[in-house]
């Protein structure tokens, strides 16, 4: 499967659909949550290693969740560093 994104796509993103944290502040905890990601949404988060990654969400698990790549054979994801935290999202793709 081909990548949905490209280098060079400007995404918009939603900071503000899974909950409310203090802006400026690198992984600051939400100070009011009030949804989770889906299965099925793309979104930008930190992965475990602190890197900033743009994933597609499959599998939710309370407060942590699993996420993979469109392009699975290339793609850097929860099958190599396993299950990622809900405080690392910083938000829901909306469009590119």
């Not at 988060?45 to 993979?68: H, I």
Request: proline share 5%.
């Amino acid at each position: 499967m081909e990548p949905a994104f490209t280098d060079g796509n400007i995404l918009l993103i939603s900071r503000i659909r899974y909950g409310l944290r203090l802006p400026f502040f690198f992984n600051a905890q939400y100070l009011v949550k009030w949804a989770r990601p889906r299965t099925g949404d793309v979104i930008v988060f930190y992965t475990p290693d602190g890197e900033l990654a743009v994933k597609r969400c499959v599998r939710v698990e309370n407060s942590f969740f699993y996420a993979e790549g469109d392009n699975s054979l290339a793609s850097y994801d929860s099958r190599a560093y396993g299950r990622v935290p809900a405080e690392n999202i910083i938000g829901k793709v909306l469009g590119h």
